[in-house]
């Protein structure tokens, strides 16, 4: 069974860091390409980055910059480093591969 656990959110002014980490089992993690996702208070789910099998990314543009996504195969965990963080990056932030997901971590940008 595929298992998604996010981490690393919470509460950070603007122009804050925060660091999400995705432990993942049940599935050989280094074969798969995997994403971050994220749903802001009353919209619907917006992409934010993917990394490939070897490590190569992608990112949405509103993250771009300012976001890095990084992978430790060894470990079975995903990352997300955010930096310069912005009130409307305000969300939860999911892991995803495929129809599997992650509880999520709230991420709150405010102050």
């Known amino acids: 069974e595929v298992q998604l656990v996010e981490s690393g959110g919470g509460l950070v002014q603007p122009g804050g860091s925060l660091r999400l980490s995705c432990l993942v089992s049940?599935?050989?993690?280094?074969?798969?390409?995997m994403s971050w996702v994220r749903q802001a208070p009353g919209k619907g789910l917006e992409w934010v980055s993917y990394?490939?099998?070897?490590?190569?990314?992608t990112y949405a543009d509103s993250v771009k910059g300012r976001f890095t996504i990084a992978r430790d195969n060894a470990r079975k965990r995903m990352y997300l480093q955010m930096n310069n963080l912005k009130p409307e990056d305000t969300a939860v932030y999911y892991c995803?591969?495929?129809?599997?997901w992650g509880q999520g971590t709230q991420v709150a940008v405010s102050g």
């Open positions: 995803n591969l495929g129809n599997s």
């Open positions: 049940g599935f050989t993690f280094s074969l798969f390409g």
């Open positions: 990394v490939d099998r070897s490590g190569g990314s």
